[in-house]
C-alpha cells in the first residue's frame, strides 16, 4: 500500500471519527426521542473507527520500516511523531472500550477519552493525510 492510498483510508477514518463525535453529542448533549438509535450508531461506528485505526496502525508500522533507512538512522520527526501518536491513540481507544465495558464505575471517563480520541485522530490526521492533500497536492512523493 502507498502513501495515496494510506491518506485516503485515513480520511475516511477522519470521517468516521467526526461521526462518533457528533452521535456521542446527540447523544449526551440533547434528550431526543432518537438517543437510542444515536446510541446504536455510536457503537457501530465505533467497531468500525476501531478496526480502521488498527488496520492503519499495521499499515503504518510497515512502511515507518520501509521509510525509516534504520541502517543510517535518518529520523524523520514528523513520520516517529506520528507513529507515536497512533500508538498512544490505540492506547486511549482500549482504555475507553475497556472502561465503557468492563470497569463501568468509570463510566463519567469515556466522555472525555470520546474528546481525547476525536482531537487526536484530527491531530495525526493533519500530520500525515493532510500534508500529503495539501503541501504534495495529492502527488506522490519521488523515492
Given amino acids: 500500500m502507498d502513501v495515496g492510498d494510506k491518506a485516503v483510508l485515513a480520511t475516511i477514518l477522519l470521517v468516521?471519527?467526526?461521526f462518533e463525535f457528533w452521535t456521542a453529542m446527540q447523544v449526551l448533549g440533547k434528550k431526543s426521542a432518537h438517543n437510542k438509535l444515536m446510541l446504536h450508531l455510536h457503537r457501530i461506528g465505533g467497531y468500525v473507527f476501531l478496526l480502521m485505526l488498527f488496520a492503519l496502525y499495521w499499515i503504518g508500522l510497515g512502511m515507518l520500516g520501509r521509510f525509516s533507512n534504520i541502517g543510517s538512522w535518518d529520523f524523520d520527526t514528523r513520520k516517529f511523531t506520528h507513529a507515536g501518536l497512533?500508538?498512544?491513540?490505540?492506547?486511549?481507544?482500549?482504555?475507553?472500550?475497556?472502561?465503557?465495558?468492563?470497569?463501568?464505575?468509570?463510566?463519567?471517563?469515556?466522555?472525555?477519552?470520546?474528546f481525547v480520541l476525536t482531537i487526536g485522530t484530527v491531530v495525526l490526521w493533519a500530520i500525515a493525510a493532510w500534508f500529503y492533500w495539501?503541501?504534495?497536492g495529492g502527488v506522490k512523493p519521488a523515492g
Fill in 16 to 18: 468516521v471519527a467526526l
Fill in 86 to 114: 497512533a500508538t498512544l491513540l490505540i492506547v486511549v481507544l482500549l482504555v475507553k472500550l475497556a472502561v465503557v465495558r468492563v470497569y463501568r464505575n468509570f463510566r463519567q471517563m469515556a466522555k472525555p477519552l470520546g
Fill in 134 to 136: 495539501a503541501i504534495l
